[in-house]
């Protein structure tokens, strides 16, 4: 079936640092988000991203955190100064925003592991 | 405000068994229901929705039961398999223009064999 894809799957990054996390959406594809989940908990939504622009953003998308996806590339969230409490596993999801009620549904990528020392 | 919320946080069956999880939300503009099955060191996967124009949607082993009078809806699992342990998510949206997925925190199953 489709597939999200996800690179890295793992990153180590010492507090302070800038890091992009990068999301391969479905092709076809056209609502974007990220979310996190901390210890195989709740997935937190963070935010979501149609026609180039940020739609809805959550509490914890803070100031630090930025999104994009250039010229239908890589859907990347960034993080500018990192903090130690973002460690966690970041999912990028993607759905196809035309398919109608009951047809909606969200592909998710494998997560990438933030690790934040 | 959490918008979906799950109980239990966790469940232990036996093989065989029906496993049921519990979920409510806030929202009454929500109309689509998904639940996701989540193993570890993957992402979520849809296992299966309900619309709120309906009260319960069947696939295999697996029944979403709908009260849209209450905002109450919860997943049955019968015949539950070992292979079914995992965490299941249930999640809420409002498919009317741009849509925005809200889940809850999760209910970790497990099936003894």
């Known amino acids: 079936g489709p597939k999200v894809l996800q690179i890295p799957s793992h990153q180590i990054i010492d507090m302070g640092q800038m890091v992009t996390l990068n999301c391969d959406p479905v092709s076809n594809h056209l609502y974007f988000y990220w979310y996190k989940q901390i210890l195989g908990q709740q997935m937190e939504f963070l935010v979501n991203f149609y026609n180039g622009k940020v739609m809805e953003k959550s509490k914890l998308f803070k100031d630090q955190f930025s999104v994009e996806r250039p010229d239908g590339s890589y859907f990347t969230l960034k993080i500018q100064p990192t903090a130690l409490e973002d460690s966690a596993v970041y999912f990028c999801?993607?759905?196809?925003?035309?398919?109608?009620?009951?047809?909606?549904?969200?592909?998710f990528g494998h997560g990438t592991k933030l690790s934040v020392l | 405000q959490q918008q979906v919320r799950q109980s239990p946080q966790s469940l232990t069956v036996w093989e065989g068994e029906t496993a049921i999880l519990n979920c409510s939300y806030e929202d009454s503009t929500f109309n689509y229901f998904p639940w996701y099955q989540q193993f570890p060191g993957e992402g979520p996967a849809l296992l299966i929705s309900?619309?709120?124009?309906?009260d319960k949607k069947e696939d295999g082993r697996f029944t979403i039961f709908f009260n849209k009078r209450e905002k109450k809806l919860s997943l049955h699992i019968t015949d539950s398999q070992p292979g079914d342990s995992a965490t299941y998510f249930c999640a809420a949206s409002e498919i009317t223009g741009y849509q925005n997925f809200y889940f809850g925190k999760g209910t970790s199953l497990t099936v003894i064999p």
């Open positions: 999801a993607s759905s196809l925003g035309t398919g109608g009620i009951s047809n909606e549904r969200l592909f």
């Open positions: 309900i619309s709120s124009v309906s």
